[in-house]
């Protein structure tokens, strides 16, 4: 039985590589900017609610879900050899130390993931001022990539 799950895990490994060399470049970076401005539409959600006058937990719930469901789908694939410039639905904003500085960028990747996986478990809960409070915990892992690997318009 190990040994069957062992070759079907191989198996998965080698079609997830081959399915990752057959991207293009540009369609790598426009599935990165659409996850991208997907989760920028839930955090306005979330901001609305809690920084508004009512609110609505429900729509809380859904948008941290959303952006946990994203920070938690495995995006960095989407960052292939030859990604690092070109255009997808705009040209990228990547700046160059993403594919060098691996400590830094995996310290933010990390912190981005834990806090959205808390803003889903805090959300869920209902209490509005945990709800705000991790919000901008959440958002703070946000500004501190884009501080540190997005060139700025």
Known sequence: MKFKLLIAAAALVAIAGTASAQIKPEEAIKWRQSGYGFMAWN??????????????????VKAANAIQAIANSGMGALYLPGTDTGTGWEKTRAKPE???????????????????????????????????????????????????????Q
């Open 43 to 60: 955090m306005a959600r979330i901001k609305m609610n809690v920084e508004g006058a009512a609110y609505n937990k429900e729509e809380v």
């Open 98 to 152: 993403l594919w060098t500085n691996k400590e830094t960028l995996g310290k933010v990747a990390t912190a981005f993931n834990k806090e959205a996986n808390e803003m889903a478990k805090v959300a869920a809960a209902g209490d509005a001022a945990a709800a705000k409070d991790q919000f901008g915990k959440l958002a703070a892992t946000c500004k501190g990539c884009h501080d540190e690997f997005k060139i700025k």
